[in-house]
């Protein structure tokens, strides 16, 4: 098995970075957009997409700013992989920006940059920020 990549996409919000990050780092919010359930105990969360659970820790959290994930199957094997929400804004303009951060293998790399573009699509129609 190949090694995976990082690789980092931006999207811009029209939402405060408040909002935004309840979306992104409470069981509910991420419910709301990334996976169909979410539940949380401590560090601990449960992602549900029909059938399937996944188990993820989360690994930082800085109010208003970021949130990272690691999934169990990548922390059990030793995997240095993650993936990151981190909020931004520019000084200037207000300009609200979310940068996502993940791994994948290079030749997966453009299917799972669709999936992330999906994923923030529908976010951004929850947050009513197109």
């Known amino acids: 098995m190949s090694d995976k990549i990082s690789y980092s996409i931006e999207y811009d919000f029209h939402a405060s970075k408040q909002m ?3 979306y992104l780092s409470t069981p509910s919010g991420l419910g709301e957009w990334f996976a169909d359930n979410v539940n949380s105990r401590g560090e601990s969360f449960t992602f549900i997409w029909d059938d399937a659970e996944e188990y993820a820790k989360l690994l930082q959290k800085k109010n208003n700013e970021r949130v990272r ?3 169990s199957v990548d922390e059990e094997e030793g995997n ?4 990151e929400f981190k909020i931004q804004v520019d000084d200037l303009t207000n300009d609200v920006s979310l940068i996502v951060t993940d791994f994948a293998e290079e030749d997966e790399l453009e299917e799972s940059k669709m999936l992330w573009d999906n994923l923030i699509s529908s976010l951004k129609q929850t947050l009513g920020s197109s």
């Open 20 to 22: 935004l990050f309840q």
């Open 80 to 83: 240095p992989y993650y993936f």
């Open 69 to 71: 994930f690691q999934w």
